[in-house]
């Protein structure tokens, strides 16, 4: 049987046709490399019709003609926040922040140390980063800069702020807490604010890993790019991790989300550790991890 050109579960305020859902998949992966699964139809349903009442326009065909005229920056800027997803906590994926400041600690630059966190969501993952420099240095001043970009815009607000509930940090040592942020009093109460000299570590920047607008960066002694991958197909992951690696250092590490695998480019990176990577040697494939088990099977 045919499948019907409608995506409607359930009673709507907007039609929603499969052909409005498949326009929005265009666009979203033409825009921001994103590719939105067939199930998802819902998801994007909930949050899109929101962006049809702000506009008070009143059916997905206008919308996505609306978004589409010659100019209107802002509501890209809208439908690409509405469509990402941005789940992070202080400290996630624990187990890259010892090997980071391992490898940040052994090195020797004439220059501060540089660090970029590639979806910084609302600050949990940069901050986290300069908690763990902090402590590894023993000031709130390390040599290091940390760059924290975003495609959405909405979060990074939040982030620049530096202001969470404070049930966000009860799981942080307390320590940590003490040394690193302000509890809020009076109005602000049960919230807490990133100290200022730790916030001074951190640059936030709103950014898109498809165009050209991060041309210039310098190279980078460590890069996080965390749970961004999953979002892209696999041309879109090669083109991406390739401009990554062009501005990473000799003897810089990639870190990846824990359901990422970058073994498929192993012409770009190789795998140093679970999830975390090192660039290829310039002119050697990389071992990956099935060549080298073969390997070891050949020499035993």
Known sequence: ???????????????????D?????????????????????????????????????STFDEYLSYLEMAGNETEWEHFTNALTTNLTSFFRESHHFPMLVQHL?????????RVWTCAASTGEEPYSIAMAVAEAFDTLSPPVQILATDIDTKVLTVASAG??????????????????????????????????????????????LLTSEWLGLKPFDAIFCRNVMIYFDKPTQYAVLKKLTDLMEP???????????????????????????????????AVTVTRAKHLLRTLA
């Open 105 to 113: 600690t052994g090195l020797t630059r004439e220059r501060p140390l």
């Open 163 to 208: 202001v969470y509930d404070a049930k966000r940090v009860a799981d942080l040592p307390s320590g940590h807490v003490r040394r690193f942020f302000q509890r809020g009093s009076g109005t602000h109460a049960g919230q807490v604010r990133i100290k200022p000299e730790l916030a001074a570590l951190v640059r936030f920047k709103p950014l898109n």
């Open 251 to 285: 003897d810089a590490l990639f870190f990846a989300g824990h359901s990422e695998s970058l073994l498929f480019a192993s012409d770009l990176v190789r795998l140093r550790s679970h999830t975390v990577y090192e660039r290829a040697a310039i002119g050697t494939p």
């Open 21 to 57: 859902f498949k326009r929005v998949q265009g666009l979203i992966y033409a825009h921001a490399g994103i590719s939105i699964a067939d199930t998802k139809e819902e998801m994007v349903y909930s949050r899109l019709s929101r962006r049809l009442r702000a506009t008070e326009l």
């Open 1 to 19: 049987m045919q499948r019907p050109d409608i995506a409607e579960p359930g009673r709507r305020d907007f039609a929603f046709r499969t052909r």
